[in-house]
């Protein structure tokens, strides 16, 4: 079984930074695209960005500029640095990851239980 733990949401002011992180454990052979996306209240999950193995990356276009996604690939853990939030950005954000558990068994998608990012104006 594979567990993705986020944490570093929280309550900022507009304008200010907060720095997710996600590490999956747990049974890994290896460990695809990682990433982030975000849910608000009333609207659908949207991608935030997304990191391949290979460190290509990719951002929704309301996020370019102002967040940065990076990975540790020996800790199978990713990060999401937002700079310059806005009330807009509030939502739960949830960690991605697409993982293979055994070198014989196709990759699967797991999902972390969300942190809390609230944005004050």
């Known amino acids: 079984q594979v567990q993705l733990v986020e944490s570093g949401g929280g309550l900022v002011q507009s304008g200010e930074s907060l720095r997710l992180s996600c590490a999956a454990s747990g049974s890994i052979f290896s460990t695809n695209a990682m990433g982030w996306y975000r849910q608000a209240p009333g609207k659908e999950r949207e991608l935030v960005a997304t990191?391949?193995?290979?460190?290509?990356?990719n951002y929704a276009d309301s996020v370019k500029g102002r967040f940065s996604i990076s990975r540790d690939n020996a800790k199978n853990t990713v990060y999401l640095q937002a700079n310059s939030l806005k009330p807009g950005d509030a939502a739960v954000y949830y960690c991605?990851?697409?993982?293979?558990?055994?070198?014989?068994?196709?990759?699967?998608?797991?999902w972390g239980q969300g942190t809390q990012v609230t944005v004050s104006s």
């Open positions: 991605y990851a697409r993982v293979r558990v055994h070198r014989w068994l196709r990759e699967s998608d797991y």
């Open positions: 990191i391949t193995s290979g460190g290509i990356t």
